[in-house]
């Protein structure tokens, strides 16, 4: 069975009720159910995890190379604009991925134009709030090759 992890980076969990004119008022852990029923009538084996610590974030992506992973959607966050060290984690696992944000970081403040890690991704899915992800679970759906 295909393998998809899912990484909410930091301020995530505060989902549903921080700043929900930008971010919307669907909780991560509604997020995550909404994905885990998507993902089973797929036969996709999914996993999310969150972390507002960007190491136990980078321990993760590097857990993944050998876990059986075969995609990972991320959601880097306020680390997106930041963290080399994501990216070279990313880089290293060589796993693809989708970067999901469910703002539109092109439409917001100058600082949160640029990714560390839209370059070495799949893809990105930006700006449809909770559906970002569920946007991003099909998409890896998608080209995922069926067995055999």
């Known amino acids: ?36 029923r998507f993902a089973a009538t797929c036969g996709i ?5 969150q972390s507002n610590a960007e190491h ?3 321990e993760r992506i590097q857990r993944s190379a050998a876990d059986g992973t075969d995609w990972i959607i991320l ?5 997106t604009h930041t963290s080399v060290v994501l990216r070279d ?9 989708v970067e999901v ?11 949160r134009h640029r990714s560390m890690v839209s370059d070495l991704a799949a893809g990105t899915i930006v700006g449809f709030g909770a559906d970002s992800y569920l946007l991003a679970l099909q998409a890896v759906v998608n080209r995922i090759e069926p067995p055999g």
Do not use: K, W
């Open 56 to 58: 136990e974030l980078v």
């Open 89 to 97: 984690a990313l880089a290293a696992v060589g796993l693809p991925f």
């Open 45 to 49: 084996d999914l996993d999310c995890f």
């Open 101 to 111: 944000h469910l703002s539109n970081p092109h439409a917001r403040e100058p600082f």
């Open 75 to 79: 959601n880097p966050a306020g680390l």
């Open 1 to 36: 069975m295909p393998a998809v992890l899912v990484i909410h980076g930091p301020n995530l969990n505060l989902l549903g009720t921080r700043e929900p004119d930008v971010y919307g008022q669907t909780t991560m852990d509604e997020i995550n159910a909404r994905l885990a």
